[in-house]
């Protein structure tokens, strides 16, 4: 089992950045693969990116060109830099773990709390 820790979430206008961090701590967990998710109120979770063990990286059509994924697996720490953020970004964020890739969706075994992000227009 994993442990997962999210950070860097806040409040910021429209067009401005953030860049959220989830320190992963467990056996192996650089070999898992890892995504982030977002679930506004009323809404359902959804995926936002997500990547492997080696880099390969996917994202959700929304968040595209916006959104970097990316993980330090010295750190064991995946990050998610946004940008251009818009309203409807607004969501609590979630990063989340598993052995088996199940890209965008959400299967994943191991989840973080989540750290919320708003963005103001």
């Known amino acids: 089992q994993v442990q997962l820790m999210e950070s860097g979430g806040g409040s910021v206008q429209s067009g401005g950045s953030l860049r959220l961090s989830c320190a992963a701590s467990?056996?192996?967990?650089?070999?898992?693969?890892m995504g982030w998710f977002r679930q506004a109120p009323g809404k359902e979770r959804e995926g936002v990116a997500a990547?492997?063990?080696?880099?390969?990286?996917v994202y959700a059509n929304s968040v595209k060109g916006r959104f970097t994924i990316s993980r330090d697996n010295a750190k064991n720490t995946l990050y998610l830099q946004m940008t251009s953020l818009k309203s409807e970004d607004t969501a609590m964020y979630y990063c989340?773990?598993?052995?088996?890739?199940?890209?965008?969706?959400?299967?994943?075994?191991?989840w973080g709390q989540g750290t919320q992000v708003t963005v103001s227009s």
């Open positions: 990547i492997g063990a080696y880099g390969q990286t």
């Open positions: 989340a773990a598993d052995r088996v890739n199940y890209l965008l969706h959400p299967s994943y075994n191991s």
């Open positions: 467990g056996y192996g967990v650089s070999s898992y693969y």
